[in-house]
């Protein structure tokens, strides 16, 4: 499985910016899929999870500002991520977990105050 993500990038304090992530290859079921990311200094961190149905686990530090959602049909999922805050600044990583997790290469997020 592979992963390819896009969107990061620059913003200022209260803006917002759109992750998306296109993965493909062969699976026989998706478990879970979502988004970590890790600041420097810093351990890698869950920010949203998808398990199936129609509940989405964040984090509480970006709980009612970031939103994740899915294209089935496109094989693609996204972050909207709104009211950043400077300390939402980090590599954004996508994963699916199959037998296995797969990660994306991650893209850069900075806020700036």
């Known amino acids: 499985v592979q992963l390819v993500e896009s969107g990061g990038g620059l913003v200022q304090a209260g803006g917002s910016l759109r992750l998306s992530c296109a993965f493909s290859?062969?699976?026989?079921?998706?478990?879970?899929m979502g988004w970590y990311r890790q600041a420097i200094g810093k351990q890698r961190e869950l920010v949203a999870v998808?398990?199936?149905?129609?509940?989405?686990n964040y984090s509480d530090s970006v709980k009612g500002r970031f939103t994740f959602s899915r294209d089935n049909a496109k094989n693609t999922m996204f972050l909207q991520m709104d009211s950043l805050k400077p300390e939402d600044t980090a590599v954004y990583y996508c994963?699916?977990?199959?037998?296995?997790?797969?990660w994306g290469q991650g893209t850069q997020v900075t806020v700036s105050s």
């Open positions: 290859g062969y699976w026989f079921r998706i478990n879970a």
């Open positions: 998808f398990e199936g149905g129609d509940i989405t």
């Open positions: 994963y699916v977990q199959t037998t296995r997790d797969y």
